[in-house]
């Protein structure tokens, strides 16, 4: 059963119950792969560092904001990105900038860099507002009123985002194969991620596994074509796709091979769209579960715009609509876990820990910490007022990570959802239903459990 106290004013939307102690290792893995959030401990909301298995940590959860700054940003010599992410995700990013390590995660990251300014961000805006009026305008296509899959939805205008700004020139009308493909990679995720975890070796069998494998195949050809096509239409711009064509390594001058090529082109496409699509499913599920809220933001949308279309002179001024974009990620981050691994035998928060360990940082519980939040499980977009906001440690409310690995995509994303927010509060109410309270799942990215369907009404 899902928690969630009876309803009053105060809105405490639906969380993961934690177990009350750490679980033996075969019920551990059964939890794992529904939700691997099912299967943390009450400890890790409560104390700094939980580590599994008594003699010998093979895991460590670190939720303490002190200790997750030592993990991601101070001894990055000795916690790496682990080889479970490479492991994992290998078949469909390769070794593209999420899952590269040393040099070759350097170059990388040096190269597309520059389109990740702050202030480039403010550049797509008119492109992020089109995308949010399609969308209202395939709603309004429907009818009056009725019901719509807002994950579906915030998928497909995303991904019209990423498609016309960063991978400018990439063919939309694949869209559809990319996500029907990445959505059978992920499904089974979890049998993957969990015989990783057991050491098993690659080649054995888990659920799901050749489904798995034939959807990242299927996806990675798709996104060969699209390459060809890019290439065959000429590789001008200054867009992710051009620079990667024209980048050449500082050691060999060599350029980018299709295997690299691919490999960043498909990270972006997953990283670049899914994460913020998650994000605004849960943002639109919260407003539709707080009318008060649904329609400050709409009022600050009104007042701030004029009714017109969103430009990158509102961003700043659209305060309370952030707050609320905050607060969402807060509660429902869209990457709910990352992790790493120790090179060496080392000493974390006063446990030793054998080479090597896991080490899991579980966002999501970091931002339900009972030591870190006043009343952690209600929805109170004011934390994020800015004289509040100044004292959280910059380990301790971290949607999008920290350190040199932080999110190359942050300022993009939340311009994004910004935009895209405010274009939809502007045309559309949305509403819940009094009943679904859908369970979030931990698979790479944050889901809905039954999906997201909210009722939407055209103004
Ligand atoms: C709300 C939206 C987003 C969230 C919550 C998010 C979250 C994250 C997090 C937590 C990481 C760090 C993972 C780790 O250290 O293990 C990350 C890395 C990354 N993100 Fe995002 N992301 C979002 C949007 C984007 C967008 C829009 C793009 C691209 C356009 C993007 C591209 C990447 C890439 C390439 C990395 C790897 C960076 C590196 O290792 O150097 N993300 N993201």
């Given at each position: 059963m899902l928690s969630e106290p009876a309803s009053s004013a105060a809105l405490y939307p639906p969380t993961v119950p934690p177990s009350a102690r750490a679980l033996p290792l075969w019920l551990t893995l059964l939890r794992f792969t529904r939700?691997?959030?099912?299967?943390?401990?009450?400890a890790v909301y409560e104390t700094d560092i939980v580590a599994y298995g008594?003699?010998?940590?093979?895991v460590a959860w670190v939720t303490g904001s002190d200790l997750i700054e030592q993990v991601l940003i101070k001894r990055t010599d000795i916690f790496a990105k682990t080889r479970l992410d490479r492991r994992v995700l290998k078949p469909l990013i390769g070794t593209g900038l999420l899952t590269a390590q040393g040099d070759h995660w350097r170059w990388q990251r040096r190269i597309a860099?520059?389109?990740?300014?702050?202030?480039?961000?403010?550049?797509?805006v008119p492109v992020m507002a089109q995308a949010g009026r399609e969308q209202i305008t395939r709603w309004r296509a429907k009818g009056e009123a009725h019901v719509a899959p807002i994950e579906i939805d915030m998928t497909e205008t995303t991904f019209a985002v990423i498609a016309r700004t960063i991978?400018?020139?990439?063919?939309?009308?694949e869209a559809g194969e990319i996500q029907r493909t990445g959505y059978q990679f992920i499904r089974p995720i979890m049998w993957s991620v969990a015989s990783a975890l057991m050491l098993t070796p690659e080649h054995w069998w888990y659920p799901g596994k050749s489904q798995m494998m034939r959807a990242a195949a299927e996806n990675r050809a798709v996104v060969q074509r699209l390459l060809d096509k890019r290439r065959a239409a000429g590789i001008?711009?200054?867009d992710l796709v051009a620079r990667m064509l024209q980048a050449r390594h500082p050691d060999t001058g060599a350029p980018m091979n299709d295997e690299e090529l691919i490999d960043n082109l498909s990270t972006f496409l997953l990283a670049g769209h899914e994460t913020t699509a998650k994000a605004l499913t849960w943002t639109l599920y919260l407003l539709a579960r707080s009318p008060q809220w649904q329609e400050r933001v709409r009022a600050e949308v009104q007042s701030v715009t004029g009714g017109r279309a969103v430009t990158a002179e509102h961003i700043a001024h659209l305060t309370v609509t952030q707050r609320v974009l905050k607060e969402s990620m807060r509660l429902?981050?869209?990457?709910p876990a990352m992790t790493r691994v120790n090179l060496e035998a080392t000493e974390l928060g006063g446990i030793a820990l054998p080479e090597p360990a896991l080490i899991v940082i579980p966002v999501f519980a970091v931002h339900r910490h009972k030591a870190s939040?006043?009343?952690?499980e209600r929805f109170d977009?004011?934390?994020?007022l800015p004289e509040r906001e100044a004292n959280l440690k910059r380990t301790q409310f971290m949607p999008f990570g920290?350190?040199?690995?932080?999110?190359?995509g942050a300022a993009f994303a939340m311009t994004e959802a910004t935009v895209i927010l405010a274009t939809l509060l502007q045309s559309v109410r949305f509403s819940w239903d009094g009943t679904h309270k859908p369970e979030p799942i931990s698979r790479v990215t944050l889901h809905p459990k039954g999906g997201m369907p909210l009722t939407i009404t055209p103004l």
């Open positions: 939700n691997p959030l099912r299967s943390l401990p009450r008594r003699k010998r940590p093979l860099s520059p389109l990740f300014r702050p202030n480039d961000a403010l550049a797509y991978l400018a020139g990439i063919d939309e009308s001008e711009g200054d429902y981050p869209p990457v939040w006043d009343d952690p977009p004011d934390r994020f920290a350190g040199p690995r932080v999110c190359i």
